[in-house]
């Protein structure tokens, strides 16, 4: 069996990811540059130190999942979640059932609570935030970022909703509490059910069509009725149809 193929049964057996499912050239050239720079001579070697070490099986973990995140990345969409789609889902309910899917390290949940309280008040905001890296997570608790991660979030917001200390900024206590984050693999876990609103931006590029195919199922399956989905720019659903969904606005997409 070849060296890469072996590697990926071995992971999938001992932390239950499928790196199958990850786009190969990708994965393995990411995985390639790990070993090469711990200096071992292939994925036998590297196991076998994986399977030995937990501090390095972390940062194995870090190093396969994508954490490039920002506050407001795309500007634009989030301009039409706030000036479309919020009011829409806030004409029938005074709180949302909101998810943010593989929310890295925690900018993309804070981004939708800020957004969201412009039109109710914090303490009426509970967003769900999940991610597979444990390290990403910490970080997002922690919620101290450095200054470039705020380049598009608008002065007032920015004024309103972080601390400055030094050259880094930390997000308010009050955003903070709107915000429960848990560890999740979109790829075996279970779903929660009925939500109003699901976020999943740009980690889809990173899938093989067979694993974008199944989450976007186990999406339209949790979604409410009239719910939405919000995609990264890079990630535009071609067959929404195929998932129960129909395009509702550039990169989202209604529970029909």
């Known amino acids: 069996m ?46 076998f130190a994986l399977d030995q070490d937990r501090d390095l099986l972390n940062e194995f973990l870090d190093r396969m999942t994508i954490n490039v995140s920002e506050f407001y990345r795309n500007a634009k969409r989030w301009e039409v979640l706030q000036n479309k789609i919020f009011p829409k889902l806030l004409q029938s309910k005074k709180t949302l059932k909101i998810w943010s899917a593989a929310c890295s390290t925690g900018e993309e949940p804070y981004t939708i609570a800020m957004v969201l309280g412009n039109h109710i008040p914090l303490s009426q905001i509970s967003i769900l935030a999940t991610d597979l890296d444990e390290n990403a997570i910490q970080r997002a608790k922690a919620a101290i970022y450095p200054e470039r991660s705020l380049a598009e979030v608008p002065d007032d917001s920015k004024n309103k909703y972080f601390d400055k200390q030094g050259t880094f900024y930390e997000v308010k206590k009050e955003i903070k509490n709107t915000v429960t984050f848990k560890k999740h693999n979109l790829l075996n876990d279970t779903y929660e059910q009925n939500f109003d609103l699901i976020v999943c931006r740009n980690v889809m590029i990173y899938f093989t069509e067979e694993a974008k195919d199944q989450i976007y199922t186990n999406f339209g399956n949790s979604l409410k009725k009239d719910g939405i989905l919000f995609v990264g720019s890079t990630e535009q659903i071609f067959n929404p149809q195929r998932y129960g969904l129909e395009t509702e606005d550039t990169f989202f997409y209604r529970k029909i």
Not at 2 to 7: E, R, S
Not at 16 to 39: F, V
């Open 2 to 47: 070849p060296d890469y193929l072996k590697f990926i049964e071995q992971i999938n057996r001992k932390t239950g990811i499928n790196l199958s499912l990850y786009k190969e050239a990708q994965m393995r050239r990411r995985l390639t540059s790990l070993y090469d720079k711990k200096g071992f001579a292939n994925f036998e070697e590297f196991f």
